[in-house]
């Protein structure tokens, strides 16, 4: 498939990985009260030599951190000592996001049992959590993953992962 954004384009061909419309028809997005994805999340044991490929291709650049994940909740347990290998950048105007397999997490470690790289889960950046968990759920898709920052007044930011993969083959992202 080729779309009027040959970086990204270039990106998913070189990494082997679908469109997200080739993977998911864009009405199921809207049927689940959601917008069109924004987000491209790729798991990868490399995520340094993956970020290398894709500024080659035009992507980037890439802000590339290991953080501590504090909030981490997986299966409703609180995760201590979690650690996130993360690379976000953009392709074009999508946001290309590569994730290491992490640490006292499985949660991205688990697509990268065959492979070195894996279309993990789309992020969807769009107000109204509560809303948008309860036509999740009721449509099957549980959540698996949950985090998220408040600083004060001045900023929040709350992440939920959702995990549609037998219908869709990837997770959905809601931050």
Known sequence: METSNRV????????????VEEQVPREVFYKL?????????????????????AEALGAGPFLHVTIPAPNWVERGE???DC?????????????????GPGQNTEHYSRALEDT????????IYQYGMPQLAKNLEDAG?????????ILGKALSFD?????????????????
Not at 33 to 53: E, H, M, T, W
Not at 144 to 149: D, F, K, L, T
């Open 116 to 123: 070195d790289v894996a279309f993990h889960h789309v992020g």
């Open 33 to 53: 009260g959601l917008k069109f994805p924004q987000q491209y999340a790729i798991a990868a044991r490399d995520v340094a030599s993956c970020v290398r490929r």
């Open 78 to 80: 609180l995760i201590k």
């Open 159 to 175: 992440f939920r992962y959702f995990d549609s993969r037998h219908d869709l083959g990837i997770y959905l992202e809601i931050q």
């Open 141 to 149: 898709y549980p959540e698996v993953v949950r985090g998220g920052v």
């Open 83 to 99: 650690k996130l290998e993360v690379a976000l950048g953009y392709a074009g105007d999508r946001q290309v996001e590569f994730l």
């Open 8 to 19: 990204l384009d270039a990106v998913l061909k070189d990494f082997g990985l679908p469109h």
